[in-house]
Structures are given as structure tokens and as C-alpha cells.
């Protein structure tokens, strides 16, 4: 199975901060990686996928890059709203596997 | 939209049927996928289905104790466990697969708010 590790597992920024998560796959998974948001009590939803595609209504401030096994999700100017904890998920090859979480929280 | 039930408390060793109801969309043009979430896991890929559901596939960690259906007819999904364990304990989210809109399969677009399972004697 492919193992998939962020970091950091938690971080606080202010509002407008530029925030990066980082994601690394135990083997190059191409750029089939994708990332994911929850908030509390709520089901994920996809953020980035295919690396660097941005789904259809997320704000333009969410970025992804990477590819092999190095990816990164940024937040361009961090909102109050992105309080969240963000996944990455690889879907190289089956059993798709996420990552452990990353908590954003504001100062 | 997707709309997970059928969870509950359960004994170690028993069954549970999930279903899912799916409205909003063509349910048979999509792939279909079980999710759990769990805090001793984390998220954990369980089972999917082809549109046709001739093709499944499943994690190690169920294979052969959980077993993936659907029912397009009915524009529903089904995840049917049995020898449940305590780790089998979770939150099960129904959700599609990323091929149709994303056009990346395996990654998980539409998600239900999910149905928990409990497995305790």
C-alpha cells in the first residue's frame, strides 16, 4: 500500500497569512493526488485533484503543486472560513490511501 | 445528493446492511465508493463499484467480510458487513467517484454526511 504522510499535523495562522501544507507519498504516485477539506461535524469535500486542478467553486486562493512524491496544498491569503483540517488522498493505485490530516486553525 | 442509513450498535461478530440513496444526478453513470472515517484511522477507502457493478474492488481490511452493491433501478448503494469487529467501528460515508466530473478515478467527489457504526458488546 502506498503510505502518504503530511506535515505539519497542525498550524495556526493569522488571517491573510500565506499557509503551506506538504504531502509525501511513500512512491511516485505521478500526479494522481488529490486534497481535501473538512470542518467540524461536516463530510470532506475535494479541494484540489489531479495535483493542481481546483474543483469547480473553491476559492481561487487554494493552489496545489507536485508531482512523484512531493506535493503541496497552498493558501494564498488564509480566511477565517479555511479552519479546517485538510487530506491529501492518493488515487495511483488501489487501496487509495489519504494522509493523517492536517489542522489549520487561526490565530 | 447522497444519503447514508442503516447504521447502528452492533455486536462483535454480527451484520449490517448501510444503504445509500442517491438523487440529484444520473446514480448509474457514476462509479461508487464506501469511505469510513474512524479518530484511530483516520480516513479509510473501504469498497468500490462500477457503474454496472460488475467490477469491485475492496481494501484488505474488509475483503471478504464487507461486500459492495448497488441497484440502479432504485438509485442506491450498499454496503453489506458481516464478522464485524471493534475496529470496524466508524462513521460510513457513501461517496462518488471522481471519473465522471473530475475525470480522475479514485479520487472522492460527492460525499453523504454518513451513517455510524458501532461494534461493542
Known amino acids: 500500500d502506498i503510505q502518504m504522510t503530511q506535515s505539519p499535523s497542525s498550524l495556526s495562522a493569522a488571517v491573510g497569512d500565506r499557509v503551506t501544507i506538504t504531502c509525501r507519498a511513500s512512491?511516485?504516485?505521478?500526479?494522481?493526488l488529490n486534497w481535501y477539506q473538512q470542518k467540524p461535524g461536516k463530510a470532506p469535500k475535494v479541494l484540489i485533484y489531479?495535483?493542481?486542478s481546483l474543483k469547480s467553486g473553491v476559492p481561487s486562493r487554494f493552489s496545489g503543486s507536485g508531482s512523484g512524491t512531493d506535493f503541496t496544498l497552498s493558501i494564498s491569503s488564509l480566511q477565517p472560513e479555511d479552519s479546517a483540517i485538510y487530506y491529501c488522498?492518493?488515487?495511483?493505485?488501489?487501496?487509495?490511501?489519504f494522509g493523517q490530516g492536517t489542522k489549520v486553525d487561526i490565530k | 445528493y447522497l444519503v447514508e442509513s442503516g447504521g447502528g450498535l452492533v455486536q462483535p461478530g454480527g451484520s449490517l446492511r448501510l444503504s445509500c440513496a442517491a438523487s440529484?444526478?444520473?446514480?448509474?453513470?457514476?462509479?461508487m465508493n464506501w469511505v469510513r472515517q474512524s479518530p484511530e484511522k483516520g480516513l479509510e477507502w473501504l469498497a468500490y463499484?462500477?457503474?454496472?457493478?460488475?467490477?469491485?474492488y475492496y481494501a484488505d481490511s474488509v475483503k471478504g467480510r464487507f461486500s459492495i452493491s448497488r441497484d440502479n433501478a432504485q438509485n442506491s448503494l450498499y454496503l453489506q458487513m458481516s464478522g464485524l469487529r471493534a475496529e470496524d467501528t466508524a462513521l460510513y460515508y457513501c461517496?462518488?467517484?471522481?471519473?465522471?466530473?473530475?475525470?480522475?478515478?479514485?479520487?472522492?467527489?460527492?460525499w453523504g454526511q454518513g451513517t455510524m457504526v458501532t461494534v461493542s458488546s
Open positions: 461517496v462518488t467517484d471522481g471519473e465522471v466530473v473530475l475525470a480522475t478515478p479514485g479520487a472522492f467527489d460527492i
Open positions: 440529484g444526478f444520473s446514480f448509474s453513470n457514476y462509479e
Open positions: 463499484i462500477s457503474t454496472g457493478g460488475t467490477t469491485t
Open positions: 512512491q511516485s504516485i505521478s500526479s494522481y
Open positions: 489531479a495535483s493542481s
Open positions: 488522498q492518493q488515487s495511483y493505485s488501489v487501496p487509495w490511501t
